[in-house]
């Protein structure tokens, strides 16, 4: 059902049971431990340096370094252009400055390698939010919601968007 291209044998089939668990979490803490195991698996890159290069994209991440960041997940996209990771991390620091153009580019690459990608469906949320696009914010948190359930930033969004997209009730 949530099968990854690129993926084959163990891998594909935890990674698969994962991606079911995390969309059937009963709470948060079970949701927010499943979420790190499917991080963990997405960022395997199978290479060393891919591996490096993702490392020292988070590190930059980690302390606001968002040129250094930009370098790094370049290299890693141009370097393995099929990792979907290496996308996910150019898009975060290309939002943290406020390149919401390049930042959306790199998650529709993102969600184009890993249509089950539900942090950079939160990306495109928030993108479309800030750029007043309510209803394409709204439907990318709602599709948020089906992939990782209880997390409560998106909640929000979707109770702070709902009357603006559907309006009130009469």
Do not use: C
Not at 7 to 26: F, H, K, S, T, V
Not at 31 to 40: G, H, M, T
Not at 118 to 144: C, N, S
């Amino acid at each position: 059902m949530f099968s990854i291209p690129g993926l084959a044998g163990a891998e594909d089939g935890r990674l698969d049971a994962l991606l079911q668990e995390l969309a059937q979490a009963p709470d948060e803490g079970a949701a927010a431990r499943l979420e790190r195991q499917v991080i963990d698996e997405w960022s395997k890159s199978g290479s060393a340096t891919r591996d490096l290069l993702l490392k020292r994209g988070h590190d930059a991440l980690e302390v606001s370094d968002w040129t250094a960041a930009v370098e790094h997940f370049g290299a890693l996209t141009d370097h393995a252009p099929d990792f979907a990771e290496g996308w996910h991390g150019l898009a975060l620091a290309y939002y943290q400055l406020d390149m919401f153009g390049p930042a959306m580019d790199a998650l529709e690459r993102t969600l184009a390698l890993n249509p089950h990608h539900f942090a950079a469906l939160r990306g495109v949320g928030a993108i479309h939010e800030q750029t007043g696009k309510p209803a394409l914010a709204y439907d990318a948190y709602e599709r948020v919601l089906r992939l990782r359930p209880h997390d409560a930033e998106v909640e929000q969004a979707l109770e702070r968007l709902e009357r603006e997209v559907k309006g009130v009730a009469l």
